[in-house]
């Protein structure tokens, strides 16, 4: 038979013939004496692996779903030309699922004393740190028959943040914003909001607004115009228990709720509001605070990029007493928790009063979009029964909300792609109202 490669050359040196092979023989394989220097020399040659340097370079951060490229440069002190194959090792969520073996292996040549670039390309599939694990190192002779390997502890840390997926809906969000501070239409009154100027009064004005001294000094009737408060505070509350762990979609309850916090928070900070994080379940889990209204989305995102949800009851108590120390002045206070009925009547509910007396409340949850379907199910008499459970579901997820809305609280109930705009359109709303 025909023999090429590393199979011709044994073949050559004298070892045993190609192709033949006894599954029960146990013996000790003869080698002769000419390959047994070849593999020696073979050997010998090989670049040695615990002389190389190596170094990174490259992303330090990355949003979830995107690329991160991390660099590793690997320096050949020695006077053999380095043939070698080299295994990058990263956490599995670091790529996608079935590549990691083509991302994190490479073939390189290092001439003697050189050095020469790897890239190994990141694609993470969930939030936090991703932190390199060992290069592995396998290091050929010139005839491939034996290879030195090692293994070298080379540190990186790529943080994967939020995607902030909504970040789509900021333009029409802020449109409507200049609307209210009355850059593109005409201001309008509110109780809390300030004074801005007078105008001339037109039919369908509020007849509060009239502003009588003014009006007596000349010979129309004039109106004082509003716009809404500036440098108003805003705490955004995530909670980080049990309930934030449940998949909705493709993605966790706080996953979501963490893209709703960052679109209100981007839209806040441009309304010339102060925007603080706090993120709880038993203890504190991320805290930002007194942050400059350009530092605000990167401090927030940074913050958010290490949370996980945490397999425990959130403390209500904790929670409340924690908010109202993180807000100490009349503040929006937003809270992204679950509506189902048992945390909140006997978690929430009880504590509640003690927010709403000093602050406005809204509280935003992610609802299932499979639950709307099953409502909708008919046909055999497994979809009639899963209609029903959806509509009981949704029945008590709206008395839960009535309960709350009966304590003064704006609740904003929306699934994963409509929470972040629900919660921007309520939080304008708010403005316009003068409830901030």
């Known amino acids: ?83 070698a194959r080299l295994r990058d090792a990263w956490p599995p969520s670091s790529w996608q699922s079935g590549t990691e073996v083509e991302a994190s292996r490479h073939r390189l040549t290092v001439p003697a004393g050189e050095r020469r670039r790897v890239t190994t390309r990141l694609r993470p599939t969930r939030r936090g740190d991703r932190q390199a694990d060992r290069v592995t190192i396998r290091s050929y002779g010139p005839l491939g028959l034996f290879a030195r390997q090692g293994s070298h502890h080379v540190p990186w840390t790529v943080r994967v943040l939020p995607p902030f997926t909504s970040r789509k809906h900021l333009p029409s969000k802020l449109a409507r914003l200049r609307e209210l501070d009355g850059r593109t239409s005409v201001l309008t009154r509110g109780e809390g909001t300030e004074f801005d100027s007078l105008r001339e009064y037109v039919p369908g004005d509020d007849t509060r607004s009239i502003d009588w001294r003014a009006t007596a000094r000349q010979t129309t009737v004039a109106v004082r115009t509003w716009r809404p408060e500036r440098d108003r505070h805003i705490l955004l509350v995530l909670d980080t228990g049990r309930t934030s762990a449940g998949r909705v979609g493709d993605v966790p309850r706080l996953d979501a709720s963490m893209d709703a916090a960052l679109l209100l928070a981007a839209l806040a900070s441009r309304a010339g509001d102060r925007v603080d994080l706090l993120a709880y379940d038993r203890r504190v889990r991320a805290l930002v605070q007194g942050r400059a209204a350009a530092d605000v989305l990167p401090s927030l995102v940074n913050a958010m990029a290490g949370v996980e949800p945490e397999l425990i009851e959130t403390d209500a108590r904790g929670l409340t007493a924690t908010a109202l120390r993180t807000a100490p002045r009349r503040s929006l206070i937003v809270l992204l928790t679950s509506l189902d009925t048992a945390p909140i009547e006997e978690g929430l509910l009880p504590v509640l009063p003690q927010l709403t007396q000093r602050h406005t409340v809204l509280l935003a949850s992610v609802a299932d979009p499979h639950i709307a379907a099953m409502s909708a199910a008919r046909g055999n008499t497994e979809a009639v029964y899963e209609a029903a459970a959806a509509a009981q579901a949704q029945t008590e997820r709206h008395r839960t909300a009535e309960q709350l809305r009966r304590h003064g609280v704006t609740v904003v109930d929306a699934t994963p792609d409509e929470l972040a705009p629900a919660l921007a359109d309520a939080y304008l709303a708010l403005k316009a109202a003068g409830r901030l």
């Open 1 to 83: 038979m025909a023999l090429t490669g590393r199979a011709a050359l044994l073949a050559a040196l004298g070892s045993i013939p190609v192709g033949i092979w006894d599954p029960g023989w146990t013996g000790l394989l003869a080698v002769n004496g000419s390959l047994a220097v070849a593999c020696a020399c073979d050997f010998a040659l090989a670049a040695p692996v615990r002389r190389l340097g190596l170094a990174r370079s490259g992303d330090a951060s990355v949003r979830l779903s995107e690329s991160a490229d991390v660099t590793l440069t690997v320096t050949n002190p020695s006077g053999r030309l380095l043939r």
